[in-house]
C-alpha cells in the first residue's frame, strides 16, 4: 500500500479519542513516521513557494543555502538539510529592521500584509527585545483548532467554567488561550497572575470552575497559601483538571503527585501556540511525554544534532535539537526556526493510555545548556531530581552562577529550599543526599546549599532556574 494511503482525517464519528485526529492505518513505527513524512511533503512543497515570495528575508536564506529556486528542493531530506533559518537572535534582528524600513516591528519575515496581521503575541523579553508571534484570521482559526484539541484531551466540553490565571499580558499562553476557550465554547474567567494569588484564589471560589490553567509555579503557590488566604485547602475548590505549561515540572511525579494530595485533580503538561504547535500528555495518573496534537500543521520534532547541526533520524528514543515549521502559516510563519528545544522522541503505543503516535519530552534548551568538566546537563535534569526530595524539599532551587552558560566552574552551586516543616537539624543530611543522587543520576557533584521555607522568590509566570552572580558586585541576573 503506498504510504500516503495511510493517511486521512478521521471522521467524527469514527474517532474514540481526542487523541486519534488523523487515522493512520498501521501500528508500525516505521510506517507511521513515513505517512507522516508523506503529508508533511505535500503541504511544505506549496509552503515552500510560499515563503519564497517574501524577498527581505527567507529567499535570502534560500540563497545563502544555495538554493536558488523552489524546484531545488525535491524532497523531505532535502528540506531536513537546510540550515535553520531563523532563530531568536535573528528573529529580534528582523523585528529591529523591519521597523527601521517599514515601521512596524512584525518582522522582514513576515510574509502577509502588515493589515492581514490580526493578533499578536509575545515571548518575555527578559533575555532581550521580545519577539512576537503574528496571527492571520486563518493562523488564529487553526490554532484554535489544535488548542480545542487539547482542551477535549483535558475532557473540556462546551459550556464548562474554566479559570485563567497564566499572565494575560502578551502572553501565547494569555490572551490568545483565552480567545481559544472563547472559540471553544467554555467560558473562561481571566484573572491571570498579574492579579496575584489572593485575588485568584477568591475568584475560583466565586466562580467554582471545573478547570485550571497556570503554571506550576503557580499551582505551588496556589497549594501554599490557600489556608491562609480563603481559610480551607485547595482541595475544596472543586477543581477536576490543571493544564500547565510555560515552565518544566508539570509532568514530573512529585509534582502530579502533589497536586493529587492537595487539589484531588489530574495534572496536563502541555505546550502550545507558536506556529500550530499544541502537545499535551493524556490523562493516565504518570506523564509518559506529551502527545503531539498538531501532525497536520506543523512540522515541530525535525531534529538535528545541537553541535553539527546535522539531520537526525526522526525515530523512538531519538533526541536532538527542534527545527519548527509551519506547514501551513500564513503570517510570519515559523519555517526551519531553531527555537532551542532539546527534545526526546517516543514513536509507537502510550503505556498510559494505549494511544498508539508521537509523543515528546522536552530535555531542556540549547541556549541553558550547562557543561560541567566534559559532562553536558540541562537544569530540567537537575530539577527533576530535586523533586525526588519531596516533601523534605520544597521542590523550589536556583543553579547560581558567576559566569552566563554554557562552561561552569565546577563545583556547581545550587540552592535548595527545605519544606516549611522540615528540621534545620536535617539539611545538612539533606544536602549530602540530594548531592549524591545528583552524582549517581547526572555523574557531576554539585555543592548544595539548603536555605528556609520561602527564601527564593515565588513567581506566577515562568521561573528562571539559572541566575548568574555577578562577583564583584553580588548581584543577580
Known amino acids: 500500500m503506498p504510504q ?37 511533503w505535500r503541504k511544505l512543497q506549496k509552503q515552500i513557494r510560499y515563503v519564497w515570495t517574501n524577498e527581505d528575508y527567507y529567499r ?27 532563530d531568536k537572535a535573528r528573529h529580534r534582528e528582523s523585528q529591529d529592521e523591519s521597523l527601521k524600513r517599514y515601521g512596524h516591528p512584525l518582522g522582514l519575515h513576515l510574509t502577509t500584509a502588515p493589515e492581514n496581521a490580526v493578533h499578536l503575541a509575545a515571548t518575555s523579553g527578559t533575555t532581550g527585545t521580545p519577539t512576537f508571534y503574528v496571527f492571520s484570521r486563518r493562523d488564529l482559526a487553526i490554532t484554535y483548532e489544535v488548542f480545542g484539541r487539547m482542551f477535549a484531551v483535558m475532557g473540556i466540553r462546551p459550556g464548562d467554567t474554566t479559570f485563567h490565571a497564566f ?16 472559540a471553544y465554547g467554555a467560558r473562561p474567567v481571566c484573572v491571570g497572575a498579574e492579579g496575584g494569588v489572593p485575588k485568584i484564589l477568591r475568584y475560583i471560589e466565586l466562580t467554582k470552575p471545573r478547570f485550571l490553567f497556570a503554571t506550576p509555579s503557580m499551582v505551588n503557590q496556589l497549594i ?26 508539570a509532568s514530573q511525579p512529585a509534582f502530579r503527585a502533589r497536586v493529587r494530595e492537595h487539589f484531588g485533580a489530574q495534572v496536563f503538561d502541555a505546550t502550545g501556540g507558536g506556529w500550530h504547535n499544541g502537545t499535551i500528555t493524556c490523562d493516565a495518573p504518570d506523564s509518559h511525554g506529551m502527545h503531539y496534537m498538531a501532525e497536520d500543521y506543523c512540522f515541530r520534532y ?6 553539527t547541526r546535522q539531520p537526525l533520524e526522526i525515530r523512538d528514543g531519538a533526541v536532538g535539537e527542534a527545527i519548527h515549521t509551519g506547514l501551513e502559516y500564513e503570517a510570519a510563519p515559523a519555517f526551519r526556526n531553531a527555537i532551542g528545544d532539546i527534545l526526546r522522541l517516543s514513536v509507537g503505543e502510550c503505556p498510559g493510555c494505549g494511544h498508539f503516535g508521537v509523543r515528546m519530552e522536552i530535555v531542556g534548551r540549547s541556549d541553558d545548556m550547562l557543561a560541567i568538566k566534559g559532562v553536558k546537563v540541562y537544569p530540567a535534569a537537575i530539577q527533576i531530581v530535586v523533586h525526588q526530595f519531596q516533601p523534605e524539599l520544597s521542590g523550589e532551587l536556583r543553579i547560581r552562577l558567576d559566569a552566563p552558560p554554557p562552561r561552569v566552574t565546577p563545583p556547581l552551586q545550587l540552592a535548595v529550599e527545605a519544606a516549611a516543616d522540615t528540621p534545620q537539624a536535617q539539611w545538612p543530611a539533606l544536602a549530602t543526599a540530594l548531592a549524591q543522587r545528583i552524582r549517581e543520576l547526572l555523574t557531576f ?11 527564593l522568590p515565588r513567581s506566577g509566570a515562568k521561573t528562571k532556574l539559572i541566575e548568574v552572580v555577578h562577583n564583584r558586585t553580588g548581584e543577580r541576573s
Open 224 to 249: 501554599e497559601r490557600a489556608g491562609d488566604e480563603i481559610g480551607k485547602p485547595v482541595g475544596a475548590l472543586g477543581i477536576h483538571a490543571i493544564f500547565c505549561c510555560g515552565e518544566p515540572g
Open 302 to 307: 525535525d531534529l538535528v544534532d545541537p553541535e
Open 445 to 455: 557533584r554539585p555543592a548544595v546549599t539548603v536555605l528556609p521555607f520561602g527564601s
Open 167 to 182: 499572565g494575560l499580558s502578551l502572553w501565547l499562553a494569555g490572551i490568545t488561550y483565552a480567545q481559544a476557550l472563547e
Open 60 to 86: 535570502q536564506r534560500f540563497l545563502e543555502a544555495g538554493v536558488t529556486s523552489p524546484d531545488d528542493v525535491r524532497s523531505l531530506d532535502d528540506f531536513r538539510r537546510l540550515p535553520a533559518f531563523i
Open 4 to 40: 500516503t494511503s495511510l493517511l486521512h482525517a478521521v471522521a467524527p464519528a469514527a474517532a474514540t479519542s481526542p487523541l486519534r485526529y488523523l487515522d493512520i492505518d498501521t501500528r508500525d513505527p516505521a510506517e507511521y513516521l513515513a505517512a507522516l513524512d508523506a503529508l508533511r
